[in-house]
C-alpha cells in the first residue's frame, strides 16, 4: 500500500515501528490476526514476523518471539563487537513480546515450526539456501512437468554444487518426457555420480526432501507459495512415497521398456491408460509432462493405429488390446490401416 511500505519506516525487528509494534503484539496475544490488519505495515511481512496461516490464508499467524530472536541473535553474533547494544535491544524487546503469549513449549532441537508458509520467491529461495547449507547426507527430489529448460535447472545449480562438495548423495525422479532435455542430460553429467535420476509415466507435484528432516512442497497453483514441512509424521510420510515411487520408476540411463504392440510407443500406451480412465486431453498432458497439442497428435496416432474413427470407438480398440493397463478378456479382431487383413492382438 502507498504510504506505508518498510521503505518510508526502515528498521529491524529489534525495533519495532509503533503500527507494527501493536499488530505484533495482537498477533502474539491472540495466535493470530486478519490478513487485512497487516496491511498497513508490510513491514511484518518483510521481516517475516507474519506468515499465512496454512489453515486459512485470510489470516496471518506470528513467528514465535523466541525464534526471532534466535534468528537475529544468529546474524549478530559475526558482528558481537560492533553490534552489543543492538543485541541486547533485541533480547529485550523480545523477551517482552514472549510474556504476551504466555509460556513457550519446550523448542525440539533443530526444528523450527512443523508448517511454514513461504510467501514469495524470495523467501522460498532463501529458506531452501538455508535447508541446503544445513544438510549433510540425503537429498531426495521430485521433479513434474516436461522437458527441463536450462534456466530452471540453473536456478539451483548453486546449491547442488554446495551439497556435492560436501559428498551429499541426491536422488529425482523426472517425467519419462524429460529424457528427451538436452539440458538434464547435460546438468546430470555435471554433477556426475552425485545425482541419480529415475523417471516414471506421473509423479507427484514438487517435492524436496532434505536429510528426512524438512520437506518443502507448492502451496498454490502458480508456485509463488511453498510450505516448509518440519513436522517428523509428514516426513515419514513423504519419504514413503518418494521410495515406492522410486522403485517403480526406470534408471535414465535405461531405456522404456517395449510396448510389446506393433506401431504403439511407451507414451501412446501411457495416454491410452489415461485416456480409458475417462481423463480430457488437458488432464493427461499435465500429468505426463507433455503440450495438450503434443497429446493431441499422439491420440490422433494412437486412433489412425488401432483403426478407430472415433473417440469412442477408439475406447474400445484400447480395452481390446490391453492398453488400459488390463489384459483383454478376448482376443479381438483389430483393422490397423494399410496393412490389409485383420490383425488379432
Known amino acids: 500500500m502507498a504510504g506505508h511500505g518498510t521503505e518510508e519506516h526502515p528498521h529491524g525487528a529489534d525495533r519495532l ?83 504476551l503469549g504466555g509460556p513457550a513449549p519446550a523448542p525440539v532441537a533443530g526444528e523450527g515450526a512443523a508448517i511454514r508458509v513461504l510467501d514469495g520467491a524470495s523467501r522460498i529461495q532463501a529458506a531452501l539456501d538455508q535447508a541446503t547449507d544445513a544438510c549433510t547426507t540425503e537429498v531426495l527430489t521430485v521433479q513434474p512437468g516436461g522437458i527441463r529448460r536450462e534456466h530452471e535447472l540453473s536456478e539451483g545449480l548453486h546449491r547442488a554444487l554446495a551439497l556435492r562438495g560436501r559428498g551429499v548423495r541426491m536422488r529425482d525422479l523426472y517425467n519419462h518426457v524429460a529424457r528427451h532435455g538436452q539440458g538434464l542430460l547435460n546438468y546430470l553429467e555435471l554433477m556426475g555420480d552425485t545425482v541419480e535420476a529415475r523417471t516414471l509415466d506421473e509423479v507427484v507435484d ?41 522403485r517403480l520408476a526406470i534408471p535414465l540411463t535405461a531405456p522404456l521398456p517395449d510396448t510389446r504392440i506393433e506401431g504403439i510407443s511407451h507414451r501412446e500406451q501411457s495416454i491410452a491408460a489415461l485416456l480409458a480412465e475417462g481423463h480430457q486431453d488437458a488432464v493427461i498432458a499435465e500429468r505426463l509432462g507433455i503440450s ?13 493405429t488401432l483403426g478407430a474413427a472415433s473417440r469412442t470407438q477408439l475406447g474400445v480398440r484400447i480395452a481390446q488390446v490391453g492398453l488400459d493397463g488390463h489384459l483383454p478378456e478376448v482376443a479381438a479382431p483389430v483393422i490397423v490401416p494399410g496393412r490389409g487383413s485383420p490383425t488379432v492382438r
Not at 499467524?61 to 558481537?80: I, N
Not at 511453498?226 to 515419514?236: D, G, M, N, T, Y
Not at 495438450?292 to 489412425?304: D, G, Q
Open 17 to 99: 515501528c509503533e503500527a507494527g509494534d501493536r499488530v505484533y503484539s495482537r498477533a502474539v496475544r491472540r495466535g493470530r490476526v486478519p490478513r487485512r490488519d497487516a496491511e498497513p505495515v508490510p513491514c511484518l511481512l518483510e521481516l517475516a514476523l507474519l506468515h499465512p496461516d496454512p489453515d486459512d490464508m485470510d489470516w496471518l499467524v506470528p513467528t514465535s518471539p523466541q525464534e526471532v530472536m534466535t534468528r537475529l541473535l544468529r546474524g549478530l553474533y559475526d558482528e558481537v563487537s560492533a553490534s552489543q547494544r543492538r543485541m541486547g535491544s533485541a533480547v529485550a524487546a523480545f523477551e517482552w513480546y514472549a510474556g
Open 206 to 246: 514438487r517435492l524436496m526432501l532434505f536429510d528426512r528432516t524438512v520437506a518443502f512442497i507448492p502451496a498454490n497453483a502458480d508456485r509463488t507459495m511453498a510450505l516448509e514441512l518440519r513436522h517428523p509424521a509428514l516426513i515419514a510420510y513423504l519419504v514413503t512415497v518418494f521410495e515406492r515411487l522410486w
Open 292 to 304: 495438450v497439442r503434443t497429446c493431441r497428435a499422439h491420440i490422433a496416432r494412437l486412433s489412425e
